[in-house]
């Protein structure tokens, strides 16, 4: 069964980091472009960061410069490392396939980014 879960959330204060991992099973992830999304409350879901099994990445305006996406094919897994976070980061995040497929969504792993 492919499935994608995410973890590494939690309470950061501002200005701090968290590293978020998505560990796909199933081979087809390793040629897919991959995406972490996030939805913070009361908002739509929102597309942050993109990457391409070629390593290519793309960024959402508000995190340019802050967040870096990466994957290793290796293990199966896509990672968002997330620096000097601020408050309006707080969300619930997300990784899915670039576009996303309804089937591949997980429960998310909440960060929280507050004083």
């Known amino acids: 069964q492919v499935q994608l879960v995410e973890s590494g959330g939690g309470l950061v204060q501002p200005g701090g980091s968290l590293r978020l991992s998505c560990a796909a099973s199933?081979?087809?992830?390793?040629?897919?472009?991959m995406a972490w999304y996030r939805q913070a409350p009361g908002k739509q879901r929102e597309l942050v960061a993109t990457?391409?099994?070629?390593?290519?990445?793309r960024y959402v305006d508000s995190v340019k410069g802050r967040f870096t996406i990466s994957r290793d094919s290796a293990k199966n897994t896509v990672y968002l490392q997330m620096n000097s976070l601020k408050p309006e980061d707080t969300a619930v995040y997300y990784c899915?396939?670039?576009?996303?497929?309804?089937?591949?969504w997980g429960q998310g792993t909440q960060v929280t980014v507050s004083s």
């Open positions: 199933g081979s087809i992830f390793k040629i897919l472009p």
């Open positions: 899915n396939k670039d576009p996303p497929t309804r089937e591949y």
């Open positions: 990457i391409t099994s070629g390593g290519s990445t």
